[in-house]
């Protein structure tokens, strides 16, 4: 068990400030990542919504891709948002070509997937391992259009179009949402992720 673990925000590009005042807010050690060494640090990761190609090259840049890939193979908790969520993706659909990602989440995702007349919208669903509805803020938001035996699904659309698509799915410490919990107030999403770094929460005993 881990108390009042260090959470870093990989911070190359994208929203890390509403990340860091979330987890600041939960009481745990919020710091950005810009360096290999700062990653060291932490007991967990959070890679931020932002644009995933964007940041897969600063990554890159920065020399911190490899060296994050290492840390998610050792069993790094990462919670990836947006386009933190195509940067843990095993596979992506609609990326450019040749767009790296950090890996470990057996999942395909599809970039920008909800189309243009919808591309920014919200709306309250179901997440498991929390009572009540999260308010979901999705803005040019990828889906997870196909998930691996060990990855679990955490939250799927409820109604409209694209009703029923995966928007939220869990693999070991690795976890990931379409959406965007650091925006509207609600530390829920957050919550279970410090859980996870902790190693207590409910959604522990889901392997
Ligand atoms: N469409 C962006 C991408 O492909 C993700 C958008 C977001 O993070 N809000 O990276």
Not at 56 to 79: C, I, M, N, S, W
Not at 112 to 125: C, I, K, M, P, T
């Amino acid at each position: 068990m881990v108390t009042r673990p260090t959470i870093g925000v990989l911070a190359v590009q994208g929203d890390v400030r509403e990340h860091l005042g979330v987890l600041a807010g939960l009481g745990v050690d919020a710091r950005t990542v810009r360096r290999p060494a700062e990653l060291d640090d932490c007991d967990g990761l959070v890679v931020p919504g932002g644009e995933s190609t964007t940041m897969a090259k600063l990554a890159r840049t920065f020399d911190l891709l490899e060296p994050l890939r290492q840390r998610v193979k050792e069993g790094l908790p990462v919670f990836g948002t947006c386009a933190g969520m195509i940067m843990l993706a095993d596979r992506v659909e609609d990326g450019v070509p040749g767009q790296e990602t950090i890996g470990g989440l057996d999942i395909t995702v599809r970039r920008n997937a909800f189309g243009r007349q919808v591309d920014s919208f919200e709306g309250d669903l179901e997440l498991v391992g929390l009572t009540g509805p999260v308010h979901a803020v999705f803005i040019r938001a990828p889906w997870v259009e196909s998930v691996g035996e060990d990855v679990e699904v955490l939250a799927r659309v409820p109604h409209g179009p694209a009703v029923g698509r995966i928007v939220a799915v869990r693999q070991g410490p690795l976890m990931a949402t379409s959406f965007h919990p650091e925006v509207g107030g609600d530390p829920r999403v957050h919550r279970l992720f410090v859980d996870l770094v902790e190693g207590h929460g409910s959604l522990d005993h889901r392997g």
